[in-house]
């Protein structure tokens, strides 16, 4: 199953946020196949206000434990996550 992790940032948090990416991008590199996409949401002005990263993941608490897992969210970035399964109906590279 697919699931959605929509998180978004503790506002004026862009500096923690940089801080932290690298840390961040190794964590999800480490996911390997389990990762399907990821990126940031950007507010007005361009800058990263949250994030989306879509997993592969066996049940909703699983996908819960590797959101919690972040580096991003054990730094305390995030305001929110909800956690939602998601269906990849249009251009699914492997449907």
Known sequence: ???ALICTDKPKS???RM???PDHVAFLQGLGDSLKAAGPFL???GSPSGSLVV???GSKQEAEAIAAEDPYAKAGLFESVEV???NWILKN???
């Open 14 to 16: 862009v500096d923690l």
């Open 93 to 95: 590279p492997e449907g």
């Open 55 to 57: 997993i592969e993941a």
């Open 19 to 21: 801080s932290v990416r």
């Open 43 to 45: 507010n007005d002005e």
């Open 1 to 3: 199953m697919l699931y």
């Open 84 to 86: 939602r399964q998601w």
